[in-house]
């Protein structure tokens, strides 16, 4: 998946407050797929993924004099949106299987989903975010992380001095944190 909009700008969050439609336009391009994914991967329904990515940049666009740029950037504001968007749906869903089952039905999609919204949203922005790193960073941080490869086991297998790995590890986990902290506080 690519970074979610490595070209988007403090100006084009400004310009979408304004209400200019080109910034609009920029936005859904960017960002579209992100909403996307998280929404794949909560309701597991492209169907229903699709029309969640449809609903979350009209509510955007309707509500976007609630944004504030000062705040945070917009992609976080939008993963904000689209938590609720999904949270919306599943409740919707949660109620007519209810009702299905009143009427002495068998729902036909009984299994609950095991993973909360907010942690597909967490998932997919920091795999996002990871990608952005760029190389060899973003791989020394998986190898640590989802590998839980020490920093002598990562220089070995990327063939790298350990301090150059001590050192992107520290620099990447300083921008992750930043990078974060903005995704949360818009969020």
């Not at 209400?19 to 996307?36: I, K, N, Q, W």
């Not at 009427?103 to 909360?116: I, K, N, Q, R, V």
């Not at 791989?139 to 070995?156: K, M, N, P, V």
Request: hydrophobic share 40%.
């Amino acid at each position: 998946m690519a970074a979610p909009g490595p070209e988007w700008t403090r100006q084009l969050d400004l310009q979408f407050s304004a209400g200019d439609e080109r910034a609009m336009a920029t936005a859904y391009g960017c960002f579209s797929p992100l909403v996307y994914t998280i929404a794949l991967r909560s309701l597991r329904d492209s169907g229903a993924a699709a029309d969640i990515t449809q609903d979350v940049f009209v509510r955007a666009w309707r509500s976007r004099d609630s944004f504030d740029p000062q705040s945070g950037p917009l992609p976080a504001w939008i993963v904000g949106i689209c938590r609720n968007v999904i949270l919306d749906h599943l409740s919707a869903r949660s109620r007519q299987e209810r009702l299905v089952v009143r009427a002495g039905f068998a729902p036909e999609t009984g299994a609950a989903l095991d993973a909360s919204v907010d942690t597909i949203a967490d998932r997919v922005v920091l795999a996002s975010e990871l990608e952005r790193l760029g190389e060899p960073q973003g791989s020394i941080l998986r190898l640590a992380f989802y590998e839980d490869l020490t920093h002598q086991q990562i220089s070995a297998r990327m063939n790298l001095p350990l301090g150059t790995v001590k050192s992107h590890i520290r620099r990447s986990l300083v921008h992750l944190r930043n990078r974060l902290e903005e995704w949360d506080a818009a969020s």
